[in-house]
């Protein structure tokens, strides 16, 4: 009883990671690139002319605009196209943009 209790918390954490660059409903039949940026990694989920970003690397407090900067070229790199103008949302783990590849 006692090491079930143990284990359940070590289960949950593994699962919670091998979903971390898991895309969302509407990228799950896009295509998956994956790239790295000075010393940051990213997996791209593409679906028409949206992708979405997940950083995953660790990294102890990054600066959101180094990660976004990071993640730009990271899509241009993987799609050959630029993020759409005012487009780029999210937060350090997970992002969100339109394409530009005009």
């Known amino acids: 009883m006692i090491a079930?209790?143990?284990l359940l918390p070590?289960?949950?954490?593994?699962?919670?990671?091998?979903?971390?660059?898991?895309?969302?409903?509407?990228f799950m039949r896009g295509e998956k690139?994956?790239?790295?940026?000075?010393?940051?990694r990213f997996t791209i989920w593409r679906q028409g002319d949206a992708v979405e970003?997940?950083?995953?690397?660790?990294?102890?407090l990054p600066?959101?605009?180094a990660v976004f900067a990071k993640a730009e070229v990271?899509?241009?790199?993987?799609t050959g196209c630029a993020?759409?103008?005012g487009s780029?949302?999210?937060d350090a783990a997970l992002m969100t943009a339109g394409l530009d590849c005009g």
């Open 4 to 6: 079930a209790t143990r």
């Open 10 to 26: 070590i289960l949950l954490f593994v699962g919670l990671l091998a979903g971390c660059d898991s895309p969302s409903p509407q």
């Open 33 to 40: 690139f994956e790239a790295e940026v000075d010393g940051s």
């Open 53 to 60: 970003i997940y950083r995953t690397s660790p990294e102890v």
């Open 63 to 65: 600066r959101m605009s």
């Open 74 to 78: 990271a899509v241009r790199q993987t």
């Open 83 to 85: 993020i759409a103008s």
């Open 88 to 90: 780029f949302k999210g």
